[in-house]
């Protein structure tokens, strides 16, 4: 054999003991964990109590959920008290007695779930509350930081009503429903940027609920009593058009500001355009879903941890917007994700 057929055969030799452990570690090997999680989270069964699926941020948020469940073979139930307080009582304690593998809840105020949360808890049943906390601090929340969104609002009106072209130092604040975590908590915020600018007079702090019928004749009313009102701060965008349409009825949407905070999708920002709001802090509720869906996930690959063992907090990102960013993802369509 000549030297260049010795080099040949001794190279094919070579190539030969080389890739077979190579091509059976290429079909033996699966991604670390992927399985693992894959077999935690398949099967398992989660229920939502929503405030109502009637809004934008909890359509949102299903959405995602929705997708998540399908792709990794868990259930998710949707229980819609529909805004009815008593109904979401008997949907939590219908939840708590299916005992399923975890619970979202999406509190009406700090107090009205406060014990089913614990019973929960006591049961076994890990909870994931969504941007709206209960008195009970569960497994996990994802949501706003209501104190800071108070505080991002009212610092966008102090900036406007204490300029040297400010109308007056008159701003309002139309609430939601004061028994309600994001009310509680804006209201801390806002009363942190009052003392830093003593100046400002905040002439009515009334709850709207959420309705903007109430919030356009709340603000007609404080319209008439103080005529060279400054700002207006409010606490969800669907229901603050109802004050804008009071600013422009009376012909003063070039003197009062209207700043408020909304899920980020598309109806918000054609009110920006349609000149009846002036800037939304926008929490965008499918980033809120995406985050919630890895707790989830979390919570449910989890089963030798106690329910109620950990308790984490996720405050989603904000982004503020007006009529110079009100486009593309900062106005999000349920049909772009669904």
Known sequence: MTILKKILVAGLSAATLLSAPMAAVSQETDQVGRQAYLDAVKGKKVIFVPISQGMDLNQAWVVVWQRHAARYGFTLEVRDPNGDTNAGIRAMQGAIAEKPDLIIVQNPDVQTYARLLKQAQSAGIKVLQVNMQSATQTDSYVGNDWIE?????????????????????KVM??????????????????DEILKQYPELELVSDQPADYSSEKARQITETVLQQHPDLCGIMGIWDNAEVGAGAAVVAAGKQDQVTIVTNGAGSETGCKSIENGLLDVIFNFNAPIQGEISAQQISELLQHPER???????????????VDKNNATGRNCWKLDDFK
């Open 149 to 169: 969104m108070g505080k991002l609002e009212m610092t966008e009106l102090a900036k406007t009503c204490t300029g040297p072209n400010a109308p007056s130092h």
């Open 173 to 190: 604040w139309l609430a939601g429903v004061q028994t309600g975590a994001a009310n509680i908590y804006m209201r801390t915020g806002i």
């Open 306 to 320: 106690e329910a109620g063992s950990e308790k984490t907090i996720f405050f989603g990102p904000i982004t503020r």
